[in-house]
């Protein structure tokens, strides 16, 4: 058990809703990622945050945004959804520093009908 | 950019043989270097880094996997190969002088330890 925890675990939707997905980080921790997991594009990056502030951001749509919320936990809001955003999205922390292990949570399996 | 190659889709091997994944990478400057494990419907688990120091990291499970400069490497390695080893392999690259970065991600490796 890593201690990030993720809710729901499985989410099954159809096209044009919205979902929002749920991380808590490591005890500690100040910084969460979100990724995107799916069979042909491998682990994605989509955003980073560093103590409620958006810090880096990578492959994400504009249909998807994200925010940090004082107690640390962070929600992934997915908007208009497609079939293409059937996925695993995983979150994960570090405490603060470069060189930091990223912890894994255990996923939130959508699926897009 | 930081980039990731894990030349193999799948890696087969007998149980009690060495096997070896691989990884290649490419940053401007010097690298941060991570391998994790995910086993079915889990998350990604940490397995070892190198920072800095001895190029042979030693991880969790017996994995072992050595950073080499010239060749920009870091195979993930272990003496002899259990079923449970059995899994989705990743190796991830962070440069070193680009501040907080994300980690980069390779395509991953399937590994499967057959009895």
């Known amino acids: 058990d890593s201690g990030v925890t993720q809710t729901p675990k499985h989410l099954i939707t159809a096209t044009g809703q919205r979902v929002t997905l749920r991380c808590s980080p490591r005890s500690g921790d100040l910084s969460v990622y979100w990724y995107q997991q799916s069979l042909d594009q491998g682990l994605q990056f989509l955003i980073q945050?560093?103590?409620?502030?958006?810090?880096a951001k990578g492959n994400i749509l504009e249909r998807f945004s994200a925010q940090q919320f004082p107690d640390l936990h962070s929600e992934l809001n997915l908007s208009s959804l497609e079939l293409g955003d059937s996925a695993l999205y995983f979150c994960a922390s570090t405490p603060a520093t470069n060189t930091d292990t990223q912890y894994f949570g255990p996923g939130t399996r959508l699926t897009v009908l | 950019a930081q980039s990731v190659a894990q030349p193999e889709d799948q890696v087969n091997v007998a149980e009690g043989n060495p096997l070896t994944v691989k990884c290649t990478y490419s940053?401007?400057?010097?690298?941060?270097l991570f391998w994790y494990v995910q086993y079915p419907n889990r998350g990604l688990q940490f397995l070892l880094k190198y920072i800095t120091g001895d190029n042979l990291v030693k991880g969790s499970y017996g994995f072992e996997a050595e950073f080499n400069k010239s060749q920009t490497s870091f195979h993930l390695k272990k003496p002899s190969a259990l079923v449970s080893d059995s899994a989705l392999y990743f190796c991830a690259v962070r440069d070193r002088v680009s501040g907080n970065t994300p980690l980069v991600f390779g395509k991953g490796t399937r590994l499967s330890v057959i009895a």
């Open positions: 940053v401007s400057g010097n690298p941060y």
């Open positions: 945050y560093y103590n409620g502030e958006e810090r």
